[in-house]
């Protein structure tokens, strides 16, 4: 069973533009949340995270918005770049185990 | 760097012939995990280790064991490698406690003949 729902599947932005992507979760012991980026042939890196008590964090170009009441955050990347392409992942996590969306292909073009 | 660091990056092995992947930390962490990660999926968590401490997850087959004989150093045997098996396995780390940032390597890929 699915713990973190994470949508879209695939997203195509042009450069410049904002890339937005939606995760859902259900089990409300979660406290962590992070943002995990992924290029082939390469292991997840962390882009950003974020906890419960905090409705919004910023780093860079790399939002998370958070809404606990409703289940669900989402990352946002202003000024999409094309070097930004690639997998990224949303995460939950109330212990040792990330509970790892199915992950969203983002494609910047130029 | 402080880094984690898998080896090799590309394992091939026989249906059915034991293998070792291993992973080493700069981090000095406590905590270290082994995933397994298949074509388009997300990483899937088979165990991890909290010090010399072993956590299973459930559904991890028996066919798959780990060691850990030192805070660096941390194996994954697979005792008789499927098909199936095939895949990216990712070693990560995090500072101890739960729901810590966790640090991936960037993997050892897996090919069954």
């Known amino acids: 069973q699915q713990q973190v729902k994470q949508s879209p599947q695939s997203l195509i932005v042009q450069k410049g533009g904002i890339s937005i992507i939606n995760c859902a979760y259900e089990?409300?012991?979660?406290?962590?949340f992070p943002w995990y980026q992924q290029f082939p042939g390469k292991g997840p890196a962390l882009l950003i995270a974020i906890r419960p008590d905090v409705s919004e964090k910023k780093e860079g170009r790399f939002t998370i918005s958070f809404n606990k009441s409703a289940k669900q955050f989402s990352l946002h990347i202003m000024d999409s770049q094309p070097g930004d392409s690639a997998t990224y992942f949303c995460a939950a996590s109330s212990g040792y185990a990330l509970n790892f969306g199915k992950g969203t292909s983002l494609l910047v073009t130029p | 760097d402080a880094m984690v660091i898998q080896n090799p990056r590309y394992q091939v092995t026989q249906f059915g012939k034991p293998v070792t992947l291993s992973c080493s930390q700069t981090?000095?962490?406590?905590?270290m995990y082994w995933y397994q990660q298949k074509s388009s999926q997300a990483p899937k968590l088979l165990f991890h280790y909290y010090d010399k401490d072993f956590n299973n997850e459930a559904d991890t087959p028996d066919n798959f064991q780990s060691r850990r004989p030192n805070t660096s150093f941390c194996f994954l045997d697979i005792r008789s490698p499927g098909l199936g098996d095939a895949a990216m396995y990712l070693c990560?780390?995090?500072?101890?406690?739960?729901?810590?940032?966790?640090?991936f390597g960037d993997g050892t890929r897996l090919s069954i003949l």
């Open positions: 990560a780390t995090s500072s101890q406690g739960a729901s810590q940032p966790q640090h």
């Open positions: 981090l000095n962490h406590n905590v």
């Open positions: 089990n409300t012991a979660f406290d962590y």
